[in-house]
């Protein structure tokens, strides 16, 4: 790999994609040549890069040839098709769907938590879910102190979450909504004009959990490298264009004081503490939109548990930038292929 990798983004013009584009430029990304790829839609048009247009190219079997780093945002489907072809081509693919994250031979990482694995990879990395990666960044540096025997997340999805196309419906419905117009919806299930519903993935009729929340239990067992944590998890889509929120409860093998927690986050990594009880003000998405930490508050003792081991918190995040395109770009950021190069 040269110093200068060539870049491919599978996906390019999504709601992740603009983020790749954007993040590699705000974090001066070295990037020989930038080729920019998605469906037969797209190709033709272009996008902007470093003061270029760059053409977008439909994805086809030889797109990464030449190609060092694959950023992948086109859903599970396309990356299970097309990541083993980049891997074969000689790229290293870093994957923003959920097709590989439970494969024990592609390591899952979040650069904060567990960067290590990095190293161990065989040509895919997988970028964990948005959901998961909002509650484990603030999560871990309490973990690794005081162990978190279990953990309840209940969460506040934005429309971004689910695509490009997803922000679009909801500022449409909301403007028929206000305008007293009927509105269609074509990609969410439900009414999402002032309405919030839960999850819109697919629900396993035996335990009643959504895909979304079973990804999160998963994925938290896998990075923490703890299958005994116990993880409850509740996900809700709510009226918001960007940034997930989450209200979290956990209990520590030990008892744990909110001063210890402040502390251990204001040190932490990819966190930032918004708390201020005086003023009311704490976490919220248009705070989160654009940043690229993890913002936690509402830092307090859960009451329902008098032994003093709970604590109960509430965080927002960028799910397009901590939540993909950062957490990927920064895994490419210390691919040891580039430290060699
Ligand atoms: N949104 C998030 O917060 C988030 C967070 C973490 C992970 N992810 C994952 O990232 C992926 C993309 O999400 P997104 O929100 O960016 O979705 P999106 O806005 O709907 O964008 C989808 C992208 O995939 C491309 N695409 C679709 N079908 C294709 C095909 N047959 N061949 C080539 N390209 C194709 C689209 O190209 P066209 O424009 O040409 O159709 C577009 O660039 C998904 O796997 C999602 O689960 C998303």
């Known amino acids: 790999m040269k110093n200068e990798p060539v870049i491919a983004i599978a996906g390019v013009t999504g709601a992740v994609g603009a983020e790749f584009i954007a993040t590699m430029d705000r974090r001066k990304f070295p990037v020989r040549k930038l ?118 997340i209940a969460t506040y999805q934005a429309a971004s979450g689910a695509g490009a196309a997803a922000m679009e419906e909801l500022v449409e419905s909301t403007r028929a909504h206000l305008a007293g117009e009927a509105f269609q919806p074509k990609v969410i299930a439900h009414p999402y004009a002032f309405n919030l519903f839960s999850h819109d ?28 944590i116990a993880v409850g998890v509740t996900c809700v889509r709510v009226p918001v264009l960007r940034a997930h929120c989450e209200a979290i409860t956990f209990e520590c093998e030990r008892p744990i004081s909110e001063a210890e927690v402040r502390d251990i986050l204001s040190a932490a990594p990819g966190v930032r503490i918004v708390d201020d009880r005086a003023r009311n003000y704490f976490p919220m998405p248009s705070d989160a939109s654009g940043q690229d930490e993890v913002l936690a508050g509402r830092i307090r003792a859960d009451l329902s548990d008098p032994t003093g081991h709970s604590i109960s918190m509430f965080v927002a995040a960028d799910q397009l930038l901590k939540g993909a395109a950062l957490n990927a770009i920064q895994i490419a950021e210390l691919l040891p292929e580039r430290a060699m190069a």
């Open 35 to 152: 080729k920019a790829l998605a469906s037969s839609r797209s190709a033709g048009k272009t996008v902007d890069f470093r003061g270029q247009k760059v053409v977008i190219e439909e994805l086809h079997e030889r797109s990464f040839d030449g190609v060092d780093i694959a950023l992948f945002s086109a859903g599970s489907s396309i990356s299970r098709k097309y990541a083993p072809i980049a891997v074969k081509a000689g790229a290293v693919v870093v994957d923003n769907s959920s097709a590989f994250r439970m494969d024990p031979n592609v390591p899952l990482v979040i650069p904060e938590i567990n960067a290590q694995r990095i190293r161990e990879h065989k040509g895919i990395i997988a970028n964990p879910n948005c959901a998961a990666i909002t509650a484990l960044v603030p999560l871990w540096p309490i973990h690794r102190v005081n162990r978190i025997k279990r953990v309840i």
């Open 201 to 228: 993935t697919t629900i396993d009729p035996e335990t009643g959990y959504n895909d979304e929340e079973t990804k999160v239990i998963r994925e938290t067992r896998k990075i923490f490298e703890d299958e005994r």
